[in-house]
């Protein structure tokens, strides 16, 4: 029996693709690389930024990164008013549902955890949400199963009272590394079948589908 619920949130809780997008792209610019194309970034969504940016510019000496961390971190703040990120259809009363029902929301991200914070209260989703891991929570990250089995052994949960959602192949991965069931969203940056191949247990094309699955 599912009693806890393991989210997501970039492309699973809020659409943040074009914020990633632009705030890529315009820091590759003012770092002088190539500027990539929208595929490329995409595909990196759900990793830590620092693997984000070495999996576009692979050949990026180490000592480089913290400079691109740095200039990225700068674009975002300036960019985050500009394509502010917006909750997809049904999550708020979705995840207020959820709650109600007993089940422990908590998220998993590989983003940061002050942005992570700062959206999770801004976008009024913070009560619903009972624990939140960021990226420099874990040392190990997505498709790592660090993220979920830490969030099990800190709420006292066993794997199979878990289920794992996200958009991409990294969540899935993840979540059936840890021994959870996991689902898969369709809406986000990835694909049904790349979701499906990764070994979701289902997929649903609407966040509100939750609810159904975890009862």
Same mark, same amino acid.
């Given at each position: 029996?599912? @009693? +806890? !619920? &393991? +989210? =997501?949130?970039?492309?699973?809780?809020?659409?943040? @693709?074009?914020?990633?997008?632009?705030?890529?792209?315009?820091?590759?610019?003012?770092?002088?690389?190539?500027?990539? =194309?929208?595929?490329? &970034?995409?595909?990196? !969504?759900?990793?830590?930024?620092?693997?984000? !940016? +070495?999996?576009?510019?692979?050949?990026?000496?180490?000592?480089?990164?913290?400079?691109?961390?740095?200039?990225?971190?700068?674009?975002?703040?300036?960019?985050?008013?500009?394509?502010?990120?917006?909750?997809?259809?049904?999550?708020?009363?979705?995840?207020?549902?959820?709650?109600?029902?007993?089940?422990?929301?908590?998220?998993?991200?590989? @983003? #940061?955890?002050?942005?992570?914070?700062?959206?999770?209260?801004?976008?009024?989703?913070?009560?619903?949400?009972?624990?939140? *891991?960021?990226?420099?929570?874990?040392? *190990?990250?997505?498709?790592?199963?660090?993220?979920?089995?830490?969030?099990?052994? $800190?709420? %006292?949960? $066993?794997?199979?009272?878990?289920?794992?959602?996200? =958009?991409?192949?990294?969540?899935?991965?993840?979540?059936? %590394?840890?021994?959870?069931?996991?689902?898969?969203?369709?809406?986000?940056? %990835?694909?049904?079948?790349?979701? *499906?191949?990764?070994?979701?247990?289902?997929? !649903?094309? $609407?966040? %509100?589908? +939750?609810? #159904?699955?975890?009862?």
């Amino acid at each position: 029996m599912i @009693r +806890l !619920i &393991i +989210l =997501d949130f970039d492309g699973t809780l809020a659409d943040t @693709r074009e914020l990633i997008i632009f705030t890529n792209q315009e820091a590759q610019r003012r770092m002088g690389f190539p500027v990539c =194309d929208e595929d490329t &970034i995409v595909a990196t !969504i759900g990793l830590p930024l620092k693997e984000c !940016i +070495l999996k576009m510019y692979p050949d990026l000496p180490a000592e480089a990164v913290p400079a691109w961390i740095d200039k990225y971190r700068e674009v975002f703040d300036e960019m985050k008013g500009q394509f502010a990120p917006k909750l997809f259809p049904n999550v708020k009363t979705t995840l207020e549902t959820l709650a109600g029902k007993g089940y422990v929301l908590s998220v998993a991200s590989s @983003r #940061g955890r002050p942005s992570l914070m700062d959206f999770l209260h801004g976008m009024g989703i913070a009560p619903y949400i009972s624990y939140v *891991l960021g990226a420099g929570d874990v040392t *190990l990250a997505k498709p790592h199963p660090e993220p979920v089995l830490k969030t099990l052994r $800190d709420l %006292s949960f $066993d794997a199979g009272e878990a289920l794992v959602v996200g =958009d991409m192949p990294v969540d899935i991965l993840m979540g059936k %590394s840890a021994g959870a069931r996991t689902c898969g969203v369709s809406y986000g940056n %990835s694909s049904r079948r790349a979701l *499906l191949e990764s070994g979701a247990d289902c997929v !649903i094309d $609407d966040f %509100s589908e +939750l609810v #159904g699955i975890a009862d």
